[in-house]
């Protein structure tokens, strides 16, 4: 499913139109990823959390030369399905 699919699903569900249903998705999104992009934490209860983790700097390795690298720390968005969330999908 991609966007515009979600965007038809939650048109239907909801009994709107595509365009509120495309603002109200699109809404969504992008205040997930400013929040979480400002290192604040959304948790969905049910649904599940989205957060920003910090990845601390390690070794690797370049793979085609074997050459030790050092990867610079970062930070990355994450996800965590609650309860829910997690039941739901073992149980189709």
């Keep these: 499913m991609n966007k515009s699919d979600l965007i038809k ?3 239907a569900k909801a009994e709107i139109t595509n365009k509120d249903a495309e ?6 999104l992008d205040t997930i990823v400013e929040q979480v992009a400002d290192g604040q934490e959304i948790r969905i209860v049910g649904f599940g959390t989205f957060e920003r983790r910090e990845r601390k700097e390690r070794m690797g390795s370049n793979p085609r030369s074997n050459e030790k690298i050092t990867i610079p720390a970062s930070k990355v968005p994450a996800f965590k ?3 829910a969330f997690k039941d739901a999908v073992a149980n189709k």
Excluded: E, I
């Excluded at 603002?23 to 969504?28: E, R, S």
């Design 81 to 83: 399905a609650g309860k």
């Design 23 to 28: 603002k109200a998705v699109t809404a969504l």
């Design 9 to 11: 699903a939650v048109a």
